[in-house]
């Protein structure tokens, strides 16, 4: 199971709206719990799985309740809301947790109040009894989005080209993983396969401590059922054969969603700017070509 810490490596995690589930935690956390209920497991099994192998999320101020929501709604959709879950979830409403945080990061009065109106709402759901636990789904297989050796062409919001390049891709896994190598490349002019031959990768900066930034590089593994085609723009220029194979169990560790392939090349030079120059480089050609020693 891959675990949600791995996404809290991106900054752009957050909410988009007011309801329960409009928050990349809440989605994540049920797809996990889903992915597990479909495996055999009993929710209170899964429950206490992913509290012990998300317990960043846990200890983190502002989305721990995004994590309980999750698992008190994907357990009561199954009939098998545990009741220390349902204590935690009423404890954070009712004592007014949430509001008070929302309140902190900046709601207007509006926004708090279609919140409060949403949470009373909530809490009633689960202190009703479902008619029917949803059933358990057959897993399914995937095949990643794109194929290993890919030069894919990145559309930038602000109508630019951005580059990536496909370092390993999977079939008829779970996931269907891609591991994407993003490279140092803004243009009018989408890349070109012969660019790809001589890229360097594109580096990132990273807290490493309160007052301390790492370079990173931006090679990270993309999950195929997380893909939408109208939330990021790549289109396959050409391809380009590579010799190295990768894991996900022991290479580039990093999950991150599409999505944010594009901000991530638009974001370096903020990050550039604001934390210090890129000390590193890494040339594309040495994740492609296998060396001996």
């Known amino acids: 199971m891959i675990s949600l810490q791995h996404y809290k490596n991106h900054p752009q995690m957050g909410s988009w ?5 409009s928050n990349d935690i809440f989605e994540d956390i049920k797809d996990e719990f889903f992915e597990l209920y479909n495996d055999g497991y009993e929710p209170n099994e899964i429950a206490q799985k992913l509290i012990d192998s998300n317990q960043e999320i846990v200890n983190d101020y502002e989305e721990a309740n995004n994590f309980w929501f999750a698992l008190a709604l994907c357990q009561w959709e199954c009939k098998l809301l545990e009741p220390r879950i349902l204590m935690r979830v009423t404890q954070i409403i009712e004592s007014g947790n949430d509001i008070k945080l929302w309140k902190e ?21 689960l202190n009703s009894e479902k008619k029917n636990p949803k059933r358990r789904e057959k897993k399914i297989f995937r095949d990643s989005i794109f194929k290993k050796g890919h030069c894919l062409s990145v559309q930038l919001s602000n109508g630019l080209f951005g580059a990536a390049f496909v370092l390993e891709s999977e079939e008829q896994t779970e996931y269907g993983l891609n591991l994407i190598a993003l490279c140092d490349y803004i243009s009018d002019k989408t890349p070109t396969v012969e ?9 990132s900066k990273d807290q490493d401590s309160p007052d301390t930034y790492k370079d990173y590089p931006l090679v990270s ?4 059922p997380h893909y939408k085609a109208n ?4 289109k396959i220029i050409g391809s380009i054969e590579i010799k190295k194979s990768y894991n996900n169990e022991r290479d580039y560790m990093r999950y991150v969603h599409w999505k944010y392939i594009p901000s991530q090349i638009e974001d370096q030079a903020e990050l550039v700017a604001k934390h210090g120059e890129i000390k590193m480089k890494l040339k594309l050609s040495s994740l492609r070509i296998k060396t001996w020693l």
Request: glycine content about 6%; hydrophobic content about 45%; aromatic content about 14%.
């Open 221 to 224: 593994w993309y999950m195929a």
């Open 105 to 125: 990061l900046g709601a207007d009065k509006s926004e708090v109040t279609k919140r409060k109106k949403i949470l009373e709402k909530f809490l009633e759901k």
């Open 231 to 234: 939330e990021v723009d790549l």
């Open 195 to 203: 660019f790809f031959e001589k890229a360097n990768v594109l580096f």
């Open 17 to 21: 709206g007011t309801g329960i589930s």
